[in-house]
């Protein structure tokens, strides 16, 4: 029996998905748990699989429509069955509009009876009872939203989806039509062009909305410590001259010495939950990788059992896969805390978003040559500054700085790591 296949929730917080690439066309044939289609969620681009045995009937979503989780993408079923009950996702629905139809017709035949006006009074204008009726422009729900919000008719769009649905590329086209300016004579210098309104993809609306729940339901406060860098530099040097190929960064120490200290803090490595709080057993460090579309933070789990290259080599195998938006969902959960590092942008100090459920997120800038105090003697120095935003019903101002002195002794003794 024909059935639709919906899309599927592919991660916790997806409510919306992107046909990025179908991988079957219609008239395939298509077993349970096979790929069917690439969808692009709010963090990575990923596969769906089939439901069930059958032969790919209609393909509903086209590629490059946004589509809400559980609305219909592909109908399957066995070759020849009649499957126009479920191409609006409402059989009943459907039938109704079937049965109501011929019964329409049926009326608008029949002549109605015409009635002299009485004497002095003037006739009235003949009206056609269907134009009283409003007509269902088919629509996906987000053209609709969209062309509500533009102020635009749906009956001036023309539809090129299935049965001529109008898709949210549909409307993006009409809206472009109308802010295209005019063509008009020249008359003193140019004028600035418009604003550009950018349509936001699936993963930059997830973060915006996540961001702002996070700053408005973790209460924040952020601890600064100064690093002094030479003995983390010249570690750093030693390993790249013994193992040139595993390009080992100043970031690959940081999140060994993140994992070694976070296994010495119990509080630090435990997170709110409904009222109580779960303490994780290991140290997975999410780092924060950026894209084009917007920021992803991969896991590294068990970093405290890992050295400083390993950890390398398993950080580039994470930013490759995020850059090419294939993290799965576990890639990207499950984090203990979080390290975002802008010092190569030459950023000094900054204050990072938590990144729930976790409960801090370690913000890094950059080393800058600075004059310290040494001895009582001024001397140059390397200097970075690590800032660690906490949630407060988690981490109490004393313990967050207790762990950033503990952290601040690993980095300024890359030995302590060892221990």
């Known amino acids: 029996m024909a059935s639709q296949v919906t899309l599927l929730q592919l991660s ?54 946004r589509v ?31 049965e109501e139809k011929p019964k329409k017709e049926k009326e608008a035949d029949k002549k109605p009876e015409k009635k002299e006006p009485a004497p002095g009074v003037k006739a009235e204008e003949p009206r056609d009872e269907e134009e009283r009726e409003p007509v269902r422009i088919p629509a996906s729900p987000l053209a609709r939203k ?48 418009e604003m550009e309104e950018i349509s936001l993809s699936g993963m930059r609306q997830t973060i915006a909305r996540r961001l702002v729940e996070s700053k408005q339901q973790v209460p924040h406060f952020q601890l600064t410590v100064e690093v002094r860098g030479e003995k983390l530099l010249e570690a750093v040097e030693r390993v790249r001259a013994q193992q040139p190929d595993a390009k080992v960064t100043v970031s690959h120490f940081i999140i060994k010495a993140m994992a070694a200290t976070l296994m010495r803090h119990k509080e630090v490595r435990s997170q709110w939950a409904d009222g109580k ?74 204050n990072a978003i938590i990144n729930p459920p976790e409960s801090t997120i370690l913000a890094v800038g950059a080393m800058e040559d600075r004059p310290v105090v040494e001895n009582g003697q001024i001397v140059p120095g390397k200097v970075m500054k690590l800032t660690m935003s906490c949630d407060h019903r988690v981490v109490d101002g004393a313990v967050g700085a207790q762990f950033l002195q503990d952290l601040k002794k690993a980095l300024e003794d890359p030995l302590l790591i060892l221990v």
């Open 277 to 350: 709080l779960v303490v994780h057993p290991a140290a997975h460090i999410s780092v924060a990788v950026a894209i084009d579309e917007g920021l992803l933070t991969p896991v590294i789990r068990n970093a405290q059992g890992k050295g400083v290259v390993a950890l390398a080599a398993e950080l580039r195998e994470l930013a490759g896969k995020a850059r090419d938006r294939k993290l799965t969902a576990e890639d990207m959960s499950g984090g203990t805390q979080t390290l975002s590092n802008l010092g190569m942008f030459g950023i000094h100090e900054f």
């Open 146 to 193: 969209m062309a509500k919000e533009a102020d635009l008719d749906l009956a001036s769009i023309k539809g090129t989806g299935p049965n001529k649905r109008i898709t949210k590329r549909d409307v993006e086209a009409a809206l472009s039509e109308k802010k295209a300016p005019a063509a008009a004579p020249s008359a003193g210098p140019a004028e600035a062009g």
């Open 12 to 65: 916790p917080t997806m409510s919306e998905g992107t046909i990025v690439k179908w991988l079957v066309k219609e008239g395939d044939e298509v077993s349970s748990g096979m790929p069917i289609a690439e969808v692009e969620t709010d963090k990575a681009v990923m596969e769906q699989e089939a439901f069930e045995d059958g032969k790919v009937l209609k393909i509903v979503a086209p590629e490059g429509e």
């Open 68 to 98: 809400e989780v559980g609305a219909p993408i592909m109908i399957s079923g066995e070759e020849g069955e009649d499957i126009s009950s479920l191409l609006d996702g409402s059989g009943s629905k459907k039938k109704e509009e079937k």
